[in-house]
């Protein structure tokens, strides 16, 4: 393998191994835009769980309906105030988590092709050393034939001429 060759997979292992790890991390803020989404859920949920219990009570029945109506008036805007924050925040939310994805999806097509140029720089070492190994074992197998080629002009099967012509050959195929 020469050292270009060399070079190049190990540019394309080290491209792989950083997008890989770039991948956790988009995968991880994905999970993290989710669950900022739940926690949003749950505090707005809670607030408005201490909204609707407003004027109520042992104060409420003390201080009568005006006192009622104005906790419950208050309630409402406090509800109001509630949704509106809840939607502005859900809307960066959606955004971040949809630029989170879209960072995932890239993130996967670049790792995809890096992994197919490293296939392709792998596979081009393999067919040239599987050339090398084929080349060489055709000629081990061409020395062999060779050899029997010699033993059965020595057993005197073959005349010299004969011989002289298969060897050319033989070492022409090598």
């Given at each position: ?122 596979s081009g070492e393999k067919a040239k050393a ?45």
């Amino acid at each position: 393998m020469s050292s270009y060759q060399s070079g190049e997979i190990e540019k394309f292992e080290r491209q792989i191994a950083t997008l890989t790890t770039r991948l956790g991390e988009a995968k991880e803020a994905v999970t993290q835009w989710t669950e900022a989404n739940t926690s949003l859920s749950l505090s707005a949920a809670e607030a408005r769980a201490k909204n609707q219990g407003a004027g109520r009570g042992l104060l409420g029945g003390l201080l009568g309906s005006k006192f009622r109506s104005a906790m419950r008036a208050g309630a409402a805007a406090s509800n109001a105030t509630i949704a509106k924050e809840v939607a502005e925040k859900r809307a960066r939310i959606v955004n971040g988590k949809r630029d989170a994805q879209e960072l995932v999806r890239q993130l996967q097509a670049e790792l995809t092709a890096a992994k197919q140029q490293l296939k392709g720089a792998t596979s081009g070492e393999k067919a040239k050393a599987s050339a090398k190994t084929a080349a060489a074992k055709g000629a081990n197998d061409s020395l062999a034939l060779l050899q029997k080629l010699k033993e059965a002009r020595d057993a005197g099967l073959l005349t010299q001429d004969e011989f002289e012509e298969k060897r050319k050959k033989l070492v022409a195929a090598i």
